[in-house]
């Protein structure tokens, strides 16, 4: 881009998760994508619902600041029962960085679950067969660039004091833990 002026298209699809180890496995380390960020020089995601990935794709030709895409896709989201989106949501609307939780009662939360990825719907699995209402979760779809007033942004509507917890399916030293605590700090627990 500095030597010649131009910007990339360059999409990359990359598996990501542990199914199906074995000779053939393939997957992707979200952590040395994030390590590559600099100066908006990459958008790294991890689209969670069919619409959000159309719409990244749909993104990444239209518009015309352009970089490098990397989207992390899970193997098993593409036959996951829950992983669907109506028409609707293609016909309408844009690619969200942050999707928030799908509850119509914020003030009833005492805690918010962030993830980005599968992990969403084990977590709503979960959720639902716990009956735990008080637990919001909200899915990272872009890792970067990503700027804290969005963050921030999509927390408004829960109470002050509300416990904000990461969650992946991850070790520690992978995934986009370290990530999201350099760039946000002791916001998340």
């Not at 896709?73 to 293609?90: E, I, N, W, Y």
């Not at 735990?132 to 899915?139: D, T």
């Not at 970067?144 to 921030?152: E, G, K, N």
Request: aromatic share 8%; proline share 6%.
């Amino acid at each position: 881009e500095d030597k010649w002026g131009r910007l990339s298209h360059l999409t990359l699809l990359l598996p990501h998760g542990f199914e199906g180890q074995g000779p053939e496995h393939c997957s992707a380390r979200l952590e040395r994508f994030l390590l590559l960020t600099a100066e908006d020089n990459l958008q790294v995601t991890q689209p969670t619902t069919p619409a959000q990935y159309f719409h990244l794709l749909r993104q990444q030709v239209k518009r015309r600041w352009s970089k490098p895409l990397v989207v992390l896709t899970p193997k098993s989201l593409l036959r996951h029962a829950a992983c669907v989106s109506p028409l609707s949501d293609f016909t309408s609307g844009t690619f969200k960085k942050i999707l928030p939780d799908e509850r119509k009662e914020p003030s009833r939360t005492d805690r918010v679950l962030m993830c980005s990825g599968k992990i969403y719907y084990e977590l709503a699995e979960k959720r639902e067969a716990l009956k735990a209402q008080n637990v919001a979760i909200m899915r990272v779809e872009q890792f970067y660039p990503l700027s804290a007033s969005t963050l921030v942004g999509s927390l408004d509507s829960y109470a002050a004091g509300t416990d904000l917890v990461w969650i992946q399916d991850e070790p520690t030293n992978m995934g986009g833990w370290q990530f999201m605590k350099m760039r946000f700090g002791d916001a998340l627990m």
